[in-house]
Nanobody, 125 residues
Framework: VQLQASGGGLVQTGGSLRLSCAASGRTISDAVMGWFRQAPGKEREFVAG????????TYADSVKGRFSISRDNAKNTAYLQMNSLKSEDTAVYYC???????????????????WGQGTQVTVSS
């Protein structure tokens, strides 16, 4: 599967953005989908995960209550809705897919075999 992330940009503190992750080559309806981010000088970190089929979700504590991950199977696209953005959310955001990950590994980047190219999110104060 090929993943194309988009939707990043410059937004003020408190604003919202919706990131998209368009997939091609294989359906993502039976994939585990994840969003990760990497800020300058920092390690890549888990943001949100969406399990296959039933769609259970999990979030990093830093974004819980503000971000929401979802999937539109008809469009073969995953989304990350980001509300109440803070300056510390500034990073390059990556979407990822896995057809073999188990629930306990959903927050580990090693569990994902497919990655999008990243989209920059900048939150200005």
């Amino acid at each position: 599967v090929q993943l194309q992330a988009s939707g990043g940009g410059l937004v003020q503190t408190g604003g919202s953005l919706r990131l998209s992750c368009a997939a091609s080559g294989r359906t993502i309806s039976d994939a585990v989908m994840g969003w990760f981010r990497q800020a300058p000088g920092k390690e890549r970190e888990f943001v949100a995960g969406l399990f296959r089929r039933g769609g259970s979700t999990t979030y990093a504590d830093s974004v819980k209550g503000r971000f929401s991950i979802s999937r539109d199977n008809a469009k073969n696209t995953a989304y990350l809705q980001m509300n109440s953005l803070k300056s510390e959310d500034t990073a390059v955001y990556y979407c990822a897919a896995s057809y073999s990950a188990i629930w306990s590994s959903i927050a580990s980047s090693d569990a994902y075999g497919y990655w999008g190219q990243g989209t920059q999110v900048t939150v200005s104060s």
